[in-house]
């Protein structure tokens, strides 16, 4: 049974960091591309950050060069660091295989405000 498990969130002021950790089981973790999505209230689900099986990463424009997506094979989990916080990176946010494949998880909540 795949699951994913989201944690490090957290109320964190403009300006501020924050470490998404992403635990995923029942998949062949490495053979996958995984992905960062969020959630802002009202809106959709949008995708934030990309990493390839080798390692290959992207971002959409709104977070290039304040977040970093990174993964460790062994651990199986996926980060997400988040540097230079905005008020509009608030959001719950998600991990899954890109395009999504597997059942989403509970998330993580962050909030930007001062």
């Known amino acids: 049974q795949v699951q994913l498990v989201e944690s490090g969130g957290g109320l964190v002021q403009p300006g501020g960091s924050l470490r998404l950790s992403c635990a995923a089981s029942?998949?062949?973790?490495?053979?996958?591309?995984m992905a960062w999505y969020r959630r802002a209230p009202g809106n959709q689900r949008e995708l934030v950050a990309t990493?390839?099986?080798?390692?290959?990463?992207n971002y959409v424009n709104s977070v290039k060069g304040r977040f970093t997506i990174s993964r460790d094979n062994a651990k199986k989990t996926v980060y997400l660091q988040m540097n230079s916080l905005k008020p509009e990176d608030t959001a719950v946010y998600y991990c899954n295989t890109n395009p999504p494949s597997s059942p989403w998880g509970q998330g993580t909540q962050v909030t930007v405000s001062s």
């Open positions: 029942g998949i062949n973790f490495r053979a996958y591309s």
């Open positions: 990493i390839s099986s080798g390692g290959t990463t």
